[in-house]
């Protein structure tokens, strides 16, 4: 059974933001469609609180990874607690979806993403905002690459 990992997002004194409950209520649907299968949530500050509302749901087999900061910290991260995991189904937003793909691509980590909707009132600011990210992410990418001895 594929894992599923659950990327975080910011949460506002200790409750989940309408953002991440979109994403953690499609984590739910997943979930209950791969009975048994972990889910990992993973965030700084994020962890516990993605854990918790996901528990007061009905999902089990919660694992926390409250370290990673940033989307590749995420994947890697979550790959090192279950490095024999052949596939993930990674859950995020709809805007997010193309830098995952991306850093999971560039990590070796193979992923299926199940994209969860934007809020409506959240939509252009993450649509700004992915428009920095995602050429932000592509240039790291490409440095770590540069940096990577060839073998």
């Given at each position: 059974?594929?894992?599923?990992?659950?990327?975080?997002?910011?949460?506002?004194?200790?409750?989940?933001?309408?953002?991440?409950?979109?994403?953690?209520?499609?984590?739910?649907?997943?979930?209950?469609?791969?009975?048994?299968?972990?889910?990992?949530?993973s965030g700084f500050?994020?962890?516990?609180?993605?854990?918790?509302?996901?528990?007061?749901?009905?999902?089990?087999?919660?694992?926390?990874?409250?370290?990673?900061?940033?989307?590749?910290?995420?994947?890697?991260?979550?790959?090192?607690?279950?490095?024999?995991?052949?596939?993930?189904?990674?859950?995020?937003?709809?805007?997010?979806?193309?830098?995952?793909?991306?850093?999971?691509?560039?990590?070796?980590?193979?992923?299926?993403?199940?994209?969860?909707?934007?809020?409506?009132?959240?939509?252009?600011?993450?649509?700004?905002?992915?428009?920095?990210?995602?050429?932000?992410?592509?240039?790291r990418v490409l440095?770590?690459?540069?940096?990577?001895?060839?073998?």
């Open positions: 059974m594929n894992p599923i990992l659950v990327l975080g997002s910011k949460v506002v004194d200790g409750t989940v933001t309408d953002l991440l409950a979109s994403r953690l209520d499609r984590a739910v649907e997943v979930a209950s469609k791969s009975i048994g299968a972990p889910v990992v949530v500050g994020e962890a516990n609180v993605m854990a918790d509302y996901l528990r007061e749901r009905g999902v089990a087999g919660i694992v926390e990874e409250p370290w990673a900061t940033s989307t590749n910290e995420n994947l890697e991260n979550a790959h090192a607690l279950f490095p024999e995991t052949t596939q993930w189904t990674v859950v995020t937003s709809d805007f997010h979806a193309w830098r995952t793909y991306l850093w999971a691509r560039h990590l070796g980590i193979p992923i299926t993403v199940v994209t969860a909707p934007t809020p409506s009132a959240e939509r252009l600011g993450m649509a700004i905002r992915e428009c920095f990210a995602l050429p932000h992410s592509t240039l440095w770590r690459k540069l940096r990577t001895p060839k073998s």
